[in-house]
């Protein structure tokens, strides 16, 4: 081989470096809880473009997302947290989330976790009382059990009763004023 025409190793070693710094800064990037969803509109079942996803860590806010056009969002979170994400749509009732990743075990980071959290808004009425929804419709948080994030449960199940039960206030009000949800 001539050696004006062969590459430098000096020029190797380099390349090898940045691409084990590239693969490196790539693992770095997925560890960490890469939540996703969908915004829907209860009543039609039709995504939601335009939804405000803001999203709080430890009460302060971090970010704010939109909804695209498929009602799709999606937000990086880092462990040692607790995060509140907020969902927010002109004419709808607002909804949040609590998840809680301070109890992460850091030997279980590595590769990241996922979350999909499908949520439906429904429209605001001026007599609708939906002041149950001022607390998450769901929290979750590291189950060692499961070696997973998972959602209490038991929690959501109080919440989905008492807002099922202000969503039937809603359908009255809906018949009493001749509209849908």
Not at 54 to 62: A, E, F, K, N
Not at 103 to 120: K, V, Y
Not at 147 to 164: K, M, N, Q
Request: charged share 20%; glycine share 6%.
């Amino acid at each position: 081989m001539n050696p004006d025409r062969s590459i430098p190793r000096s020029f190797l070693t380099a390349l090898l470096l940045l691409i084990l710094c590239a693969v490196g800064k790539a693992q770095e990037l997925v560890d960490n809880i890469y939540v996703y969803g969908t915004a829907k509109d209860y009543g039609t079942a039709v995504k939601l473009q335009g939804v405000s996803v803001i999203v709080h860590q430890d009460d302060v806010r971090l970010a704010a997302l939109v909804t695209d056009s498929l009602g799709r969002y999606e937000v990086n979170l880092d462990y040692d947290h607790v995060y509140k994400l907020w969902f927010m749509h002109a004419g709808m009732v607002t909804k949040h989330v609590v998840i809680d990743a301070r109890e992460i075990p850091s030997g279980l980071r590595a590769g990241g976790f996922g979350m999909n959290i499908d949520i439906t808004l429904f429209k605001s009425l001026p007599n609708l009382d939906m002041s149950v929804l001022d607390q998450p419709i769901g929290r979750a948080n590291y189950s060692p059990v499961d070696s997973a994030i998972t959602w209490d449960l038991e929690y959501t199940e109080s919440i989905r009763s008492r807002v099922a039960q202000a969503m039937m206030r809603m359908d009255s009000l809906n018949k009493v004023n001749g509209t849908s949800p």
